[in-house]
Every structure is written in structure tokens, then in C-alpha cells.
């Protein structure tokens, strides 16, 4: 029975219960027609349960997965939990509990809050990355890179986290810091880990974000993580010696201008080349640079600090000697770790050059001008003291000087990624770990796929790097045990995978989360993959979604699906503030979501979010404003009730209905200007929830009730609108309107209302609809509209469309707001 009052805390309790008993949110996955996947980044399940910013992410891509159903498409939103990693066991470390007693209670509380708030979920595929059904098949991703190629072993220079006890990402160091432990400065620590080839695929992953339905901000974000760049690999001789210093440069047109070289304080030939001489001075300076920060040793604002090594290298231009220099400007994980330095043309080497009064040589002279003084001139010119270049501009020059140099072999075009290898293993408990073990007679040994999953044990001591090792180290039943190969004594690798692994696939375990015999079905990834709209946070721009397409593009070439990029669509919601400020548990002004669920509903909650401000920017939470969206949810109720008891009351032989105090539409056809406004709403809705527009599509639901609550009378199409209008944005009370309209099962079996286009505009003209000259009718439409919207308008009139029935237009006449005529035959 439909509710009198609006009481959300009865209304929402009642649809969910109905979604629920008759699982209205699940999904036919084989027998849907018209596929459409919806999805969400899944949620980390803290301890302290759902957040407001949570609620304003999920609200958002629930608004898309319920638009489109109501268009008519088979829609699949699912939800699941990213649970393993070391957010939840630092957490669990804090509180002295075990994470797996820990994450369950967590979950449960995140799925109570997410049905509280009516998102359109499909709990029946839930994933959850601890559940060792699901982290079988990450393991198994691992066992597939490692045979192709893409998963190695390496000693190489990681970022060592002193709080986390592990190896971080480098996307995961915010300026020389953690990005977990602001404050904490990241060590530089030279480690045997486990690597993915990501660089493999460093162009592709470049190439398609020129296509991909993407915010230019993100794509943006992943160009310059790339960070493609062209030049040479330029070879100096070493006197004396049978080698050369490799440098890249992105600039050759400049090496007449290279006065000196610097190597950064990590490379490898520093040993070999300083003398006896400057070693003690050296080696004390490489000591200074270990402990610097990043951030710090490439801040151009800082001065510049440098040793001579007391070597040369022979400029392969001009056969001139220049000194060789160690500096802490210049960083061993960018190009070869050593560089030419031109201070003429770049100004960090200017400042270099001009700290230790070492040459400055200009080899590019301005078009048109001079350079400018006391810094270097970073442009493009005309060549000079370049012998048999001069006179060239310097970009025909930095093509002939690399084709020249590549001819005597000591120069080869290069292009170089900023991008590095991801880096897998982490040296913490609360993650799935790599399923290889180690043989001192058969090497490294993957566990054998029929023995997956490698089972992360239940241990009472999971701390990270205590003096017995890493957690699985020395847990002895864990890490001893056979090698596969050989039957041999042998001990399991001790290190889980980064968690960002288990979020890098998740989407297409989804709608195969029910097969136990493979990771994904293929029938179903084939019929629901790519992603149609992922919603997400920008601070996973680099990381996480730089994973995801790298690991589709990986699986495309094994032939393990057909696609290369995860998402059609990837829209980054924006950020809440409130009262002004940044929320934070510091400033005590956290939104927990229950609180103004069980003051206002779900559904205020829901309006308000989504009402702050454009949801790709976000907005400003102000306890002051949410009651205004509950008073319109109040009265929306009110006019339904009463106009549709004051229609059942006006029935032949009813009892006359009460008289209440403002006058309520009678049952009956719209007016003109309400009709008007109808169309106009139904169009404007639906354009700005596809372009995320929900602030002004909910100021426009609000402008049309007025309009309905003043008109002289409504029909059904007017009411039905309005709340299949409202079902994306408030989908509890959507559902109670249509039960109060005589409907029965959820609107969301209903269909988009269909707009006029005559309909949907104010200044109009009346244009004169001509068939071979003849006047067949006359439609209403904005004064200067296009010859396409007047053609669309004349082709929905009825009049028209009977007389153009059967016959091909073969012309259009549009003489600007007086006619269109149609020729066909």
C-alpha cells in the first residue's frame, strides 16, 4: 500500500526489502539482450565504515547504472571489496587484531551501509581479494606474466618505506615521501624483487589514450607519468680506456656546447673513475646525496652542489676533453644516469656551470634576437660555434648532427620513458603471496597452476621486518617446503604481491565471480567487456588505472581476451569539502553517512550530494542545506497524494474529497506552457546526467514541480515522467510515486519518457510544414533553430510523418523561421 505521508525511514525500509525478496538488482547475465556494465572502484572496507566521500562516488555511478536500465539496458552493477594490503594490517597491527578476524566485520558493516544508501547492486557476484577463490586466480595472472615474459626477478635500487616496512611503488612516493606516512622520507635500498615488464608496453599505453573516452585530466595524468621523450644516446670516449660514457640527450643540436659531464652519485662507473685524488672527497659526498630526498636533489631552486671526479671524456664533436663532475641534480633512474651539460641551454647546468666557474658556451643563437642575460636560453634558433653546422636552425641541426654521429657509430636515435617497471613484492603479511619457490638445485621454480592457491597462512606474529625475517619467513610451516621439480628441499618465496594487483582485474572477475575452474568465462567477459562507465577517484589516475590497461593489454597478446583497454568510459568524480574546509579525522569533521541517513533518508542524503555542485568537481557539505532537498522530497510526495486522491475522489459515485488548502491540479490534459516545461525537463535531465551534470538536472527536477504543483490539471504521462525522472537520484521514493500511479513491480521496468522535440522550447515560432510544396502543418520551435531541430520537430508531428510515410526525402528547403518543405518521393 502506498505511504500517505513522506516518511523515508518506512518508505526506504519497504523498497529495500522488495529489491531484496524479488532481486530486482540482479542481473541475467547470459540472457541479457542489450548488455551495459556500470561499475565503481571498489572500496578499501576500513574500520570505520563508509564515508561521505564513498557515498558521493557511489551515488554518482548509481545514477548512471539506473539511467541507463530505465533506457532499457541490461544493467550490471556490482560491488566487491578491496581488502588485502597494508592499509588493513597496519590498521590491524594499531588495534591488535588479526586481519582476518578484522576485514570481515569491516565488510559486513560496509554492505549494511551500502544498501542503506539503495545503490542498484548486484550482490550476487560480489569479490572480496582476501577470499582465497578470488586471489587463486591473481596468482595465476602472476604464473601467465612469468611464462610470457613479463613477471622477472631483479636486484635493483627500490623505494624502502621505514614505516611500512616494505618496498613502495614509485608512483607511490609523493615527493620524496610516502604517500601513506606524509612526513616520512622514502630510502633508496638496492633489493632482489619481483618486477612486471610494464615498459613493454610504454607506447601502447601512450598511443591509446589519443582515443579512449577518458577526462583529459587523467589521460593527461598518465602522458606525463609515461613522459615520452626524443633524442640520442650519445657515446663519450674515455681516454685510456676501452669504453665510452653513454649519455641520453634530447638536445644533440646542443653538444657543441657541452662543457662538462655529470654522472649522479649512484652510477655505476663512479668507482672506476674517480681518482686518488678526489675518492675520500667523493665518497663522502655520495654518502650526503643517499640521504637526500628526490624532491630535494632536483629542486632547481636549490643550489647546486658537485665533486670533480678527476676524469675526462672526449666530446665526440670536436675531440675536446671536458671534466667529468658528480652531482646530486642529476638521477640514476632517468636516461643512462649521466648527462652531457650544456649551461649555454639549460638552466640547471647554467647554475651548475656558473656555481663551480666552469665554461659556458652559447651554440644557439634567437631568431631575431639576442639571448638573455644571466640565465640560459632554452629555445630554438639558429646554430653558431657548431662548425659545419653554423647557420642551420637548431632543428634541422638536431636531426643532421644525430644522423652524422649514428654514422660513425657513436650515436643512435632514442626515445626513453619516464615510465619504470612495476615493482611487485612487498615485504608485509596481508597480501597474496607469490606463488614461486625457490630450489638451490632447480633455481626458481612457479608453483604449479593445479596447486593454487597458495594459501596465505593464519599466523599470530604477522609483524613486518623483525629480526626473524619477513612474516611468511618465519612462519616455517609456510615457508619450507618441496620443490615441484626436483622433490628437493626447498623454501616458498617470502614476499605477498602489491595489492594494487588484485585491483587491477577485479573487473573482469566480476561477472565470472561463480566459475571456480577458470578466472574469467570467456562467453561472458566476450558479452559484457570492456567496461562500459567506470567511476573513480583522479588519485588512481597514474596508479591503478595505469595497471588495469597494462595487465588488459598483456592478457590481449596471450590471447586470454579480446580487448586492450578495460573501460569504455572512465570519469573522475570530484572532491567534497565542508563548511568551507578539507575533511579530515585532525579537524574532527568526518561525515559519517548513518547519522543523516537516520536523521533525513537515503534519498535527502543521495539529492544533496549530488545538488552541491558539478560531480566532477565536487562541492561544499553544509549541514544548512540538506533540508531544503528533504522539503522537496515532501512535497513531491504531497502533490501526488493529493492529486491522485482528489482524481479517485472525482470518480462517478466517490465520496467528495476534503478540502484541503491550496488548490491541487484536477486529473486531465496539460496546458501548453506546462507541457512545455515537461519536454523541456525530460530533454535537460537526461542531456545532464549524461554529461554528469546532476546539480542542474535536480535544480530542474525542482522547477518542474513547481510547475506541476501550479498547473490546472495533470495527466498520467506528467506524473509518470516526473518520477521515472527522479528514480536515478532518489530510487526509494521513484518507486512509492509509481505504486501511488497504479503500477505494479519496480519502475525501474520502465522506460525513459520520450520528449517533443516542438516541445521543448520558449521563444518560438510557428515554421510552416510544406510536403512537395504543399502545407501539411505547422510546428512550434525555437526562434533561429538549426534546419535539423525544425526537421526533427516536423518529422515527430503525426500529420507530417502520414504524408512522408513510405517515401525517401530526397530534398530539404529551410528558410529560417518561416518553413520547411520536404521533397520525396
Known amino acids: 500500500m502506498p505511504i500517505k505521508s513522506y516518511d523515508a525511514h518506512q518508505i526506504e525500509a519497504k523498497w529495500q526489502q522488495y529489491w531484496q525478496v524479488h532481486r530486482v538488482h540482479e542481473t541475467d547475465l547470459r540472457g541479457a539482450a542489450d548488455p551495459y556494465y556500470v561499475l565503481m572502484m571498489f572500496p578499501y572496507p576500513s574500520a570505520e565504515g563508509l564515508h561521505v566521500g564513498n557515498v558521493y562516488a557511489f551515488t554518482g555511478a548509481d545514477i548512471q547504472g539506473r539511467y541507463q536500465r530505465l533506457r532499457g539496458h541490461d544493467v550490471f552493477e ?6 588485502f594490503g597494508i592499509h588493513s594490517e597496519n590498521f590491524a597491527l594499531r588495534i591488535n587484531t588479526h586481519p582476518m578476524k578484522l576485514i570481515p566485520r569491516n565488510v559486513e558493516n560496509f554492505r549494511r551501509q551500502l544498501r542503506m544508501m539503495g545503490l542498484m547492486l548486484d550482490w550476487s557476484h560480489e569479490v572480496l581479494t582476501p577470499d582465497p577463490d578470488y586471489y587463486k586466480w591473481t596468482q595465476w595472472i602472476f604464473l601467465q606474466l612469468y611464462k610470457h615474459g613479463l613477471a622477472y626477478r631483479a636486484t635493483a635500487p627500490v623505494n624502502w618505506c621505514p614505516k611500512c616496512h616494505t618496498v613502495i611503488s614509485n608512483e607511490q612516493v609523493v615527493d620524496g615521501e610516502c604517500e601513506r606516512h606524509p612526513g616520512t622520507e622514502v630510502e633508496r635500498r638496492e633489493m632482489e624483487q619481483w618486477f612486471f615488464r610494464t615498459t613493454k608496453y610504454a607506447q601502447r ?108 671524456a672526449i666530446n665526440p664533436v670536436n675531440d675536446q676533453p671536458i671534466p667529468i663532475w658528480i652531482s646530486d641534480y642529476v638521477l640514476i633512474e632517468y636516461g643512462t644516469g649521466a648527462i652531457m651539460a650544456v649551461p649555454a641551454h639549460d638552466q640547471r647546468d647554467y647554475q651548475f656551470a656558473s656555481q663551480f666557474d666552469l665554461p659556458i658556451i652559447p651554440v644557439i643563437r634567437p631568431t631575431g634576437g639576442d639571448p638573455p642575460e644571466g640565465e640560459a636560453y632554452v629555445g630554438e634558433g639558429v646554430m653558431i660555434n657548431s662548425g659545419p653546422y653554423d647557420g642551420l636552425p637548431s632543428q634541422d641541426c638536431l636531426r643532421k648532427i644525430t644522423h652524422d654521429l649514428a654514422a660513425q657509430g657513436v650515436a643512435q636515435p632514442r626515445v626513453q620513458y619516464r615510465l619504470r617497471d612495476w615493482c611487485i613484492s612487498r615485504q608485509r603479511y596481508w597480501g597474496p603471496p607469490i606463488p614461486m619457490i625457490h630450489c638451490e638445485k632447480c633455481g626458481i621454480v612457479p608453483v604449479p597452476a593445479e596447486d593454487l592457491p597458495v594459501r596465505l597462512p593464519e599466523i599470530e606474529d ?14 616455517k610451516p609456510f615457508y619450507e617446503t618441496t620443490c615441484p621439480t626436483c622433490g628437493g628441499p626447498a623454501h616458498r618465496d617470502a614476499d605477498v604481491s602489491d595489492n594494487f594487483l588484485d585491483s587491477a582485474w577485479y573487473f573482469l572477475r566480476y561477472p565470472s565471480s561463480h566459475r571456480d575452474d577458470v578466472a574469467w568465462d570467456a562467453e561472458l567477459t566476450r558479452k559484457w567487456l570492456p567496461v562500459d562507465m567506470y567511476v573513480g577517484g583522479n588519485e588512481h589516475a597514474v596508479l591503478h588505472l595505469m595497471y588495469t590497461r597494462f595487465l588488459c593489454m598483456a592478457f590481449k597478446d596471450m590471447g586470454l581476451i579480446e580487448f586492450e583497454e578495460p573501460f569504455k568510459k572512465f570519469r573522475a568524480h570530484g572532491l567534497l569539502i565542508r563548511e568551507g574546509g578539507k575533511m579530515s579525522k585532525t579537524h574532527g569533521n568526518v561525515i559519517n553517512p548513518d547519522e543523516y541517513v537516520d536523521e533525513h533518508g537515503a534519498d535527502t542524503l543521495r539529492m544533496y550530494l549530488m545538488f552541491l555542485g558539478p560531480y566532477t568537481e565536487g562541492g561544499d557539505f553544509r549541514d544548512s542545506g540538506i533540508i531544503g532537498i528533504r522539503r522537496f522530497l515532501e512535497r513531491l510526495h504531497r502533490l501526488y497524494w493529493e492529486v491522485l486522491t482528489k482524481r479517485a475522489a472525482d470518480a462517478p459515485g466517490a465520496e467528495p474529497a476534503a478540502s484541503g488548502g491550496d488548490a491541487v491540479p484536477a486529473w486531465g490534459a496539460l496546458d501548453r506552457p506546462t507541457a512545455i516545461k515537461l519536454h523541456q525537463t525530460i530533454r535537460k535531465v537526461g542531456e545532464d546526467i549524461e554529461s554528469f551534470g546532476y546539480n542542474t538536472a535536480i535544480a530542474a527536477l525542482m522547477e518542474l514541480l513547481n ?32 505504486e501511488m500511479l497504479g503500477h505494479e513491480g519496480s519502475i525501474l521496468a520502465a522506460r525513459w519518457p520520450q520528449y517533443d522535440p516542438a516541445l521543448t522550447v520558449t521563444e518560438e515560432v510557428e515554421i510552416a510544414v510544406q510536403v512537395m510544396g504543399r502545407l501539411r502543418g505547422s510546428v512550434h520551435v525555437a526562434r533561429d533553430a538549426s534546419e535539423q531541430v525544425v526537421r526533427d520537430a516536423a518529422l515527430a508531428h503525426e500529420s507530417i510523418a502520414k504524408h512522408l510515410a513510405g517515401k525517401q526525402i530526397r530534398r530539404v528547403i529551410h528558410v529560417p523561421n518561416r518553413l520547411i518543405n520536404f521533397v520525396a518521393n
Open 78 to 83: 556490482p560491488m566487491g571489496f578491496d581488502a
Open 205 to 312: 599505453l601512450l598511443d591509446n589514450l589519443d582515443w579512449i573516452d577518458w577526462s583529459d585530466i587523467t589521460r593527461n595524468a598518465q602522458r606525463n607519468w609515461i613522459g615520452r621523450s626524443e633524442g640520442a644516446e650519445v657515446d663519450f670516449r674515455l681516454p685510456g680506456r676501452d669504453a665510452a660514457l653513454r649519455v641520453y640527450t634530447t638536445r644533440p643540436d646542443t653538444l657543441y656546447g657541452a662543457t662538462y659531464m655529470v654522472l649522479a652519485p649512484e652510477h655505476p662507473l663512479v668507482g672506476e673513475l674517480v681518482s686518488e685524488e678526489q675518492r675520500a672527497q667523493v665518497g663522502a659526498y655520495i654518502e650526503r646525496a643517499r640521504k637526500m630526498r628526490a624532491a630535494d636533489r632536483t629542486d632547481e631552486e636549490r643550489e647546486k652542489t658537485g665533486v670533480y671526479l678527476g676524469a675526462e
Open 462 to 475: 604477522f609483524r613486518p621486518d623483525t629480526p626473524g625475517g619477513k612474516p611468511l619467513e618465519r612462519y
Open 707 to 738: 510547475t506541476l504543483r501550479a498547473a490546472p490539471a495533470l495527466d498520467a504521462f506528467a506524473l509518470e515522467s516526473l518520477a521515472i525522472l527522479l528514480a536515478p537520484f532518489a530510487p526509494h521514493e521513484a518507486e512509492e510515486l509509481w
